[in-house]
């Protein structure tokens, strides 16, 4: 291990910009083809990247999009089209998981079929490096036919990747790697970073042991801890530049008490903070709607949950009081981004823009002419009774030549020649508009117009996402002036946690609080109405 460097990294230390430093030093010393960057995520990836580093692209992503790279890209088995083969190959085994993004494949989709638990039951046996002999039988049945699956499909899975890379020995051809997020690595994707860096002059494990909340995934920090390397080795980052000292104090509270950890200091900034208490759950909005109302008037906010199925709650909460939310750390999950595109495909809202696109009481300064885009983006998720006949024919058509062009004065009048319907386009008439939506596209424009309503014009995109919802393992990275925390646990992690003998439950929740509570630059709100009460002044 003499060539195995670690960095600590605590909330809110730089270890991006520490990173960024060494990459950038190493590149200098190396060059740029001789430097290899993998993170956990995707979003974390992308971030090193956005630093404008001197890296070759293909040397930067996933540890699992450099390893489908390493093997020349073969073909997967993760989409949708994939699992409804698999369920005609093995209907006893059927399996309601759907697309996974590569560069982000730990948001893998679980369900709740047999399959669905076979299927994670066996990743873990192979995240934890356990023995085929010790799987159970019905682990092994799954795994045989599941193999036999891949085989005849010519298909690999995502540990396929990394174990392929581990048995092959297959290693970037670089001389010195850096590895981010490492504490949520599993067992079997650090051996193959370990590997690789025997091949390396130098290789970087950056994270903090404190944050380790993927222990359902396979993720251990012991595997971050140890084995030990001598102490010159270790690189501690001291300065928080996001917790505020009233903020810190408490989470030093609940950090504290975890074994086992690395001993570090870590220091706030020199400024006091805000804790408090809140009663209520996610499904009584009445008691924190209006807080997060007048919050979203100091700046940004996060809501965040302990499990998936209390954001449910939130979300039906936000989007009945008309507010604008999303989650950019977890752009895949559609539930927590409504307002935010998919694919080539617009938002209700930016189509709700582009009917208002000349007034400028509802954009500023984004108000100008239509385009023949921004006249279709208007038109499409209106009823066609409203048009003369033929006019969306013709509306879509200009919108796919001239896209950009200013619309003619005499097109806008022949294909809005109806008084009602020319009329509400001119003033901007968003109750016209509610009326005029097509059965398919009402609950997603009238949340858009219930969003307008509210705001009293268009949020722009950057006010779009000044409001965050998600789990706390969605928002790793992140950062938000004031965090409202909902802790509420699921039932077999409320077990784990007030059971004397699984002190482990105990700390995987310790740290995933502890994961909530430093995402807060301001302000953290402990919501007290869930299943645990985490208390201001003596943590958990």
């Not at 036919?145 to 048995?167: P, R, Y």
């Not at 009602?420 to 609950?443: E, H, I, N, V």
């Amino acid at each position: 291990m003499l060539n195995e460097y670690r960095i600590f990294g605590p909330p809110g230390t730089g270890k991006t910009t520490k990173l960024s430093q060494l990459i950038t030093s190493a590149c200098q010393e190396y060059g740029s083809d001789s430097v290899c960057a993998a993170s956990f995520t995707k979003t974390a990836a992308a971030e090193l990247l956005g630093r404008d580093l001197p890296l070759n692209e293909d040397c930067v992503g996933t540890l699992h999009a450099l390893c489908y790279r390493l093997l020349d890209n073969p073909s997967l088995a993760v989409d949708r089209t994939s699992i409804d083969q698999w369920n005609e190959y093995a209907p006893r085994y059927e399996r309601s998981g759907g697309t996974v993004d590569l560069d982000d494949p730990w948001t893998e989709p679980s369900g709740s079929t047999d399959g669905d638990k076979l299927y994670d039951a066996l990743k873990m046996m192979r995240n934890l490096c356990i023995d085929r002999e010790a799987w159970p039988p019905h682990v092994e049945a799954f795994a045989t036919k599941w193999e036999q699956f891949k085989a005849d499909t010519g298909k690999m899975d995502f540990l396929d990747l990394i174990d392929t890379c581990l048995n092959e020995h297959l290693a970037p051809d670089v001389r010195v790697g850096f590895f981010d997020e490492v504490q949520d690595f599993a067992p079997v994707e650090l051996a193959l970073v370990r590997q690789w860096g025997t091949q390396f002059d130098r290789y970087y494990l950056a994270g903090d042991d404190d944050q380790a909340i993927f222990s359902f995934k396979g993720a251990t920090p012991d595997a971050f801890l140890y084995p030990a390397i001598p102490q010159a080795q270790k690189i501690f980052l001291e300065q928080s530049y996001r917790l505020p000292a009233a903020i810190h104090r408490h989470v030093m509270d609940l950090v504290g008490a975890i074994t086992p950890r690395e001993l570090k200091t870590y220091r706030p900034r020199a400024a006091t903070g805000e804790v408090d208490t809140l009663y209520g759950s996610p499904a009584f909005p009445d008691y924190w709607l209006h807080p997060v109302e007048e919050a979203l008037k100091q700046g940004s906010v996060m809501l965040l949950t302990a499990c998936n199925y209390q954001t449910d709650e939130i979300v039906k909460a936000l989007r009945g009081e008309g507010l604008a939310f999303s989650n950019r750390w977890r752009r895949s999950n559609r539930k927590w981004n409504p307002l935010h595109a998919a694919r080539t495909h617009i938002t209700a809202l930016d189509r709700l823009e582009a009917f208002l696109r000349p007034q400028r009481a509802a954009l500023g300064a984004r108000a100008r002419e239509w385009t023949y885009l921004d006249l279709w983006h208007a038109c499409e998720g209106l009823d066609a009774t409203h048009f003369p006949r033929g006019s969306k024919a013709l509306i879509k058509a200009a919108a796919e030549g001239t896209p950009g062009s200013p619309v003619l004065e005499a097109d806008l009048l022949s294909w809005l020649d109806n008084p009602a319907t020319l009329d509400a386009f001119l003033s901007g008439d968003l109750a016209w508009y509610r009326r005029a939506c097509l059965p398919t596209a009402r609950k997603s424009l009238y949340y858009a117009l219930d969003i307008v309503a509210k705001y009293h014009h268009v949020p722009t995109p950057e006010n779009r996402t000044r409001l965050t919802v998600g789990t706390i393992h969605s928002v790793k990275g992140g950062q938000a002036d004031t965090v409202f925390l909902f802790p509420g646990l699921s039932q077999a992690a409320w077990e784990a946690y007030y059971d004397p003998g699984n002190e482990a439950g105990e700390m995987a929740t310790r740290r995933q609080m502890y994961v909530g509570m430093t995402r807060a630059k301001e302000r953290l709100v402990l919501m007290t109405g869930g299943q645990l009460v985490i208390d201001a002044s003596v943590g958990l």
